[in-house]
């Protein structure tokens, strides 16, 4: 079965840092990639997405992600977080071929000091 | 353009009562989604319903908990004599066609505490 792995579960940085957060898969197939936020009371919303070709995406709000299929993983990073990128953060995958569900890993509680 | 809808946004409920929560999807959107996240951990797949029609209910306990998603009104989630342990947030999620390649759009989530 897909399983998705967040190794950080809580990140504490002070603003202007680098943010990393670790996403890992456990899939050989062709996946779909995602990384949602969730804000402090609010829904999670989209932050980026890879389905094919250059395996480096961008996001909103500053945020990036790389696809590296021969390590499984598809790390999210943010060369300078602010207060307001304090949030939980879920890497999500599912297979790209007819429906399947979207497999959330258990999340990254980032915590953005000012 | 309102986004996914689902109320209430809390709910309190005793041991053994019903509980039933509500998701009226995006305006075009026939698929809807309901996820399960419990404290600690990520969200878990529940069900996918269409218009009248479960098409994946692989994540729904067995016992208590019933979707449904009429041709009229939103899509229900309805759990049964609910135990502490259904305490949780309920998120549902809607999206314009199948599966989540075209991205789902979720709803602010029910929070469900059992007391």
């Known amino acids: 079965a897909q399983s998705v792995s967040q190794h950080n579960h809580h990140v504490i940085l002070s603003e202007a840092a680098s943010l990393e957060l670790g996403c890992n898969y456990s899939?050989?197939?062709?996946?779909?990639l995602f990384w949602y936020v969730q804000y402090p009371g609010q829904h999670l919303q989209l932050l980026l997405k890879y389905f094919s070709g250059d395996p480096l995406v961008k996001g909103i709000k500053g945020f990036e992600a790389e696809f590296i299929k021969s390590k499984f993983s598809f790390n999210l990073r943010k060369p300078s977080v602010q207060w307001s990128d304090t949030a939980e953060y879920f890497c999500a995958v599912n297979l790209n071929t007819g429906f399947q569900k979207l497999v959330f890993g258990t999340g990254t509680r980032l915590l953005v000091s000012p | 353009n309102a986004g996914v809808m689902q109320n209430p946004r809390h709910l309190v409920r005793r041991r053994g009562q019903e509980a039933r929560l509500r998701c009226s999807p995006m305006k075009g959107h026939s698929h809807v989604y309901w996820y399960r996240q419990l404290p600690e951990e990520g969200l878990k797949f529940m069900v996918y319903?269409?218009?009248?029609?479960?098409?994946?209910e692989s994540g729904m306990p067995k016992e208590r908990f019933s979707a449904e998603f009429p041709k009229e009104g939103p899509s229900i989630l309805r759990i049964q004599q609910v135990v502490r342990g259904d305490s949780a947030a309920y998120f549902c999620?809607?999206?314009?066609?199948?599966?989540?390649?075209?991205?789902?759009?979720f709803g602010s989530g029910t929070r469900l505490t059992v007391v």
């Open positions: 319903l269409q218009k009248e029609n479960i098409i994946d």
């Open positions: 899939y050989g197939g062709t996946v779909n």
């Open positions: 999620a809607s999206s314009p066609l199948e599966g989540s390649n075209y991205g789902y759009t």
